[in-house]
Nanobody, 125 residues
Framework: QVQLVESGGGLVQAGESLRLSCAVSGHTASDYIMAWFRQTPGQGPEREFV??????????HYSDSVKGRFTISYDNAKNTLYLQMNSLKPEDTAVYYC????????????????WGQGTQVTVSS
């Protein structure tokens, strides 16, 4: 059974940085995409794609809103997914979720098989 546990969220001021972690257990090669999504209360039911990485090979994908500010990475030795978030903006405020699966489109949340419980990130202006 795949389990994902996020940590690292918190309250920061605009311009500061945070690093989110997602501890992964039970992961298999059949779920080879690791990703971060986020959701705010007024956004609607669909979670917003943030970034994704291929478990082997390391290809990465980013949303336009975070490209150049956020970096996704995966440490195979620690079985941990990371999201380094720099130059944070108030509009980055959200609950951040990690997910894994083998989606045909990495930006489509419904195609992911497993999700963490989420971690809150709040950016004050």
């Amino acid at each position: 059974q795949v389990q994902l546990v996020e940590s690292g969220g918190g309250l920061v001021q605009a311009g500061e940085s945070l690093r989110l972690s997602c501890a992964v257990s039970g992961h298999t090669a059949s779920d080879y995409i690791m990703a971060w999504f986020r959701q705010t209360p007024g956004q609607g039911p669909e979670r917003e794609f943030v970034a994704a990485i291929v478990w082997f090979g390391g290809d990465t994908h980013y949303s336009d809103s975070v490209k150049g500010r956020f970096t996704i990475s995966y440490d195979n030795a620690k079985n941990t997914l990371y999201l380094q978030m720099n130059s944070l903006k108030p509009e980055d405020t959200a609950v951040y979720y990690c997910a894994t699966g083998s989606p045909p489109n990495v930006r489509f949340p419904r195609a992911y098989n497993y999700w963490g419980q989420g971690t809150q990130v709040t950016v004050s202006s």
